[in-house]
């Protein structure tokens, strides 16, 4: 057998790079050059034994280093790293290094944990949409239902196709800054057109003390008071009607996740007269909160109207509710009607479960004029506004103006202040407000944004009869 100097250029080979006829020469050197060194551990078995530990199948795993002060050895210098026998025979390994198969089994164990994250992943997409997923309504297909889920007539993507970069707006790049709070004073109801509530042996139900007897207050008479978000509180034929109401401090299914409120309710859940009547208009967070609505169940026993499948949602809840398609109306008293109007939006909870359920406006048809709400819309092609038109005079119209940028994502869904004055003609209303701005932070533009290119839309006439008003604020409408 050919002599293998152990010398530097041995020493620096890579441990892969030594074959059996090599390591055993080297064994060799390194036990001549230290004869019983203590440096020589051998579990059970001596140097003479250490060749066949190292051949294959001696019980034994010897580890053998260079001496401690790391003399040279055959010419090496003391600098040369130390150097140690992988256990049960293999290659040289530098000293402090992984033994045999230690970067093997850590490379195996990371692959086996790749693989099974991958597989997880796939699972999820394909179990976790199905159970997110929720059936809320069956019923016959129309010219807005496909047998399965629900969409805009002549606009079947609205909700699903946007344009523009959604990463880009989910990140919040362009973002504008939103203060954490808005000051609000909080206010009530007004007075003078809130009923004094029925007693029972002298004690008083409700929980509130402004009022007046109902045979006093003039049926006509009409006052809104915006509290925050798109909810608002219509006073008039003696009757409290709420629109969309959100009490909550997050629209979101969680309570540590989510937008978060800024602007706190205009009057506080406690001071709200009886409510007689609430008009949801979609299925999304910021629209149906249900601990508000099982608050205002378990208080008042509100008649709650909605449009098609949100009463599945409501009933889970434990809340009872009336539902109507597009176009189906709703006695409330003899005088007084709520009609769900058509409007161009999207609805989900889950995500999967995206236009499951229906999305609407409302027309309040009463003797002195209509309200119009139009809960969450995009203005599409402006003709769901001569539908409502169409009902007969409206008196008020409660109207979003914010949640539209980025324009590209949000513009088959949201009206912008412009769309929202030329939706103000269109109905020919006497009056409106604006709603849907200043409360959560759902989109990019400023919180003070909407009202400010709400009166540029508008005429120097219009801006008297087309409102922003503060929160909690009433306002006595003609």
Not at 77 to 83: M, N, S, Y
Not at 113 to 133: E, K, N, Q, S
Not at 171 to 182: F, I, S, Y
Not at 274 to 281: E, G, H, R, T, Y
Request: net charge positive; with cysteine; aromatic share 8%.
């Amino acid at each position: 057998m050919a002599a293998i100097p152990f010398d530097r250029e041995i020493a620096e080979r890579q441990p892969w790079q030594f074959d059996r006829r090599e390591r055993a020469v080297v064994d060799r050197r390194l036990i001549a050059a230290q004869p019983g060194a203590a440096d020589i551990v051998a579990g059970g078995t001596d140097a003479a034994g250490l060749g066949d530990a190292w051949g294959m199948a001696r019980p034994a795993r010897p580890i053998l280093r260079y001496g401690v002060a790391g003399a040279a050895i055959g010419g090496m210098d003391a600098d040369v790293p130390r150097w140690r026998t992988r256990p049960g025979g293999g290659a040289f390994v530098p000293d402090g290094e992984c033994e045999d198969g230690c970067m093997q089994r850590i490379g195996k164990r990371l692959a086996t944990g790749l693989l099974f994250a991958v597989v997880g992943l796939c699972l999820a997409v394909v179990i976790v949409p199905r159970f997110l997923d929720r059936i809320y309504y069956r019923g016959p297909a129309s010219d807005h239902f496909d047998g399965a889920r629900f969409f805009n007539p002549g606009d079947p993507a609205a909700g699903g196709r946007r344009s523009g970069s959604m990463l880009r707006f989910m990140t919040g790049r362009d973002r504008a800054p939103w203060p954490a709070t808005v000051p609000v004073t909080p206010g009530r109801a007004l007075a003078a057109l809130t009923p004094c509530p029925a007693r029972t042996g002298g004690v008083v139900h409700e929980a509130w003390a402004q009022c007046v007897p109902a045979a006093a207050i003039d049926p006509q008479r009409m006052a809104v008071t915006w509290v925050g978000h798109a909810t608002a509180l219509i006073q008039t034929q003696r009757l409290a009607i709420l629109t969309d109401p959100i009490w909550s401090d997050r629209a979101s299914p969680v309570g540590f996740a989510g937008p978060k409120r800024v602007r706190a309710p205009g009057i506080a859940f406690d001071d709200l007269p009886k409510i007689d009547v609430v008009l949801i208009s979609h299925n999304h967070y910021d629209h149906l909160d249900l601990p508000t609505l099982k608050a205002l169940w378990a208080r008042d026993k509100p008649l709650i109207v909605t449009s098609l499948g949100n009463d599945a949602i409501l009933r889970k809840a434990g809340i009872p509710s009336v539902t109507r398609d597009w176009g189906g109306s709703v006695a409330v008293t003899p005088a007084v009607s709520v009609v769900v109007e058509r409007v161009h939006h999207w609805g989900s909870r889950f995500g999967v479960d995206r236009n499951r359920a229906l999305w609407s406006g409302f027309t309040i048809r009463l003797p002195g004029g209509n309200v119009f709400f139009a809960g969450d819309t995009g203005y599409g092609d402006g003709s769901w506004t001569r539908e409502a038109a169409a009902r007969g005079p409206v008196r008020l119209a409660i109207l979003p103006i914010g949640a539209y940028e980025p324009r590209g994502l949000m513009r088959d869904a949201y009206m912008n202040p412009a769309e929202a004055a030329a939706t103000f003609r269109t109905l020919g209303a006497r009056t409106a407000l604006g709603v849907h701005w200043g409360t959560f932070q759902l989109t990019d533009e400023a919180i003070d944004a909407p009202p400010r290119a709400l009166t540029a839309a508008l005429t120097a006439a219009e801006r008297t009869r087309f409102r922003v008003t503060e929160a909690g604020v009433p306002w006595e409408v003609e």
